[in-house]
């Protein structure tokens, strides 16, 4: 996929939309809590204030990560021929850990970093996303890249290939899934008493239809 245009305009649309939406929680997150308008969205003293605050640190550490994760998607998407396999398999391992970083951010400003446990927390949640990401992020790659140029060998390299890996996204998104459940749900009535735990149903309740369609596409790729 690195020599397809669409997979690269795809990866570097992500970086975009990712560190857009860091830099506007960064700068609108001061108006917010301070309850003005967004005439004050470059008050320096706010944004002051707003780096000052966990918030404000981890919207800085994900720019950072972010920063470097470009440098190296360009190293990694370069032509194969012109970068050498141990350099870019080290590009490779650094960009996961990076990305990774990336995903712990979105915990530490999250409901991971309060209540007990924090550290589980933040572990259980950086792995919801990565699974998450990798689980719908390749969707879309097989959907606007691979599907549309109808090879039918890449298709069968590709396609059982990335089904064994959504199967174990699923697998790591039901187990941190459930024990987020349990930790921010509790008792069990809050689960249908309040508007929190309706969410949660609901979003439960997509899941599990989004697994059936994934289960019935499995099966018809298996063969």
């Not at 795809?10 to 001061?30: K, N, R, S």
Request: aromatic share 8%; with cysteine.
């Amino acid at each position: 996929g690195r020599t397809d245009p669409r997979a690269r305009r795809l990866i570097w649309y992500g970086w975009w939309a990712t560190t857009a939406g860091a830099v506007l929680g960064l700068v609108l997150q001061g108006p917010y809590a301070a309850g003005t308008g967004l005439l004050d969205l470059l008050n320096t003293s706010l944004l002051k204030t707003t780096l000052g605050t966990t918030y404000g640190r981890m919207l800085c550490a994900r720019l950072i990560l972010l920063g470097v994760l470009a440098v190296l998607a360009v190293r990694i998407l370069r032509e194969p021929q012109r970068t050498a396999e141990r350099s870019r398999a080290r590009d490779e391992d650094l960009a996961a850990i990076c990305g990774l970083g990336v995903l712990a951010t979105y915990g530490g400003v999250g409901h991971a970093a309060a209540g007990s446990a924090p550290t589980l927390a933040l572990l259980s949640d950086t792995s919801h996303l990565a699974a998450a990401s990798v689980w719908i992020g390749g969707l879309v790659i097989l959907v606007a890249c691979l599907l549309p140029r109808r090879r039918t060998s890449e298709l069968a390299e590709a396609l059982p290939r990335y089904s064994r890996l959504a199967l174990g996204c699923v697998a790591v998104l039901a187990v941190t899934g459930t024990y987020q459940a349990w930790r921010e749900v509790w008792p069990i009535p809050a689960l249908w008493s309040t508007d929190y735990g309706r969410l949660l149903l609901a979003k439960v309740t997509g899941f599990l239809l989004i697994v059936a369609v994934a289960y019935f596409s499995r099966q018809a790729v298996q063969p």
